[in-house]
């Protein structure tokens, strides 16, 4: 091989080995925990609850989830991150669970312009919302750094098409009474139960709470029933 040929040679070697991905064998994602679901989430043994209120943010939809296997799914949570979490309390004392339909910002930024609560409790009420498919689709988690720490927000992720169906009925009467069309998008919508979080709960758009955005694979969500 002459000269030129080993210098080409050299600088072909040279730039193959510059773009060619490093692996790392010893950086394995380690196992998922697995977390316990130890009742089923059935909405129809629980009672709708309004949520109505003067304040511009006091105003929602939400179908009434059992809160003890959402209790537990937390305590589990706390024994695998070795501390506690906060919850939300300002629905009850001791601590509720639910899925969010319609929110508070929902309401007071667009919806409230056009309908009342009622009328979206009506419709809510009248397609059986306490009915509501629940979909288990895994566990979720979020985080946003506050005053230099990253805070975290956990959750269960899950889906329903009644859910959702009630979502549309409430954007055709919002737009039979005038709102504009689209100005809200019904099928924006990622529902899920919160379980608790080490700060505050966190919200978009620094949370996606879907599979896509948000599914935290440091555990698994497993069931101990059929």
């Given at each position: ?13 040279a730039s193959s080995a510059s773009t060619s991905p ?205």
């Open positions: 091989m002459n000269k030129v040929s080993l210098i080409l040679f050299a600088l072909c070697s490093k692996v790392n064998i010893t950086n394995h994602a380690a196992p998922p925990t697995q977390v316990l679901l130890s009742h089923p989430i059935d909405p129809k043994s629980m009672p709708f609850i309004s949520h109505k209120g003067p304040g511009a943010f006091d105003n929602a939809l939400a179908l009434n989830i059992p809160y003890e296997p959402i209790k537990d799914i937390r305590s589990q949570l706390e024994q695998s991150l070795g501390g506690s979490l906060n919850y939300l309390k300002s629905w009850a004392p001791n601590g509720e669970a639910h899925v969010t339909t319609i929110t508070p910002p929902e309401f007071a930024n667009v919806l409230g312009k056009f309908l009342t609560m009622k009328e979206i409790e009506d419709i809510a009420l009248k397609n059986q919302i306490q009915h509501a498919d629940v979909v288990l689709l895994g566990l979720g988690a979020g985080k946003k750094m506050i005053n230099g720490i990253y805070e975290e927000t956990f959750f269960v992720i899950v889906d329903s098409l009644k859910l959702r169906h009630i979502r549309n009925q409430i954007w055709r009467l919002y737009v039979n009474k005038g709102g504009d069309p689209k100005a809200w998008d019904p099928s924006w919508f990622f529902p899920h139960i919160t379980v608790g979080y080490t700060k505050q709960d966190l919200h978009e758009p620094d949370v996606i709470k879907n599979i896509r955005g948000s599914l935290d694979t440091r555990f698994a969500l497993k069931t101990a029933f059929h």
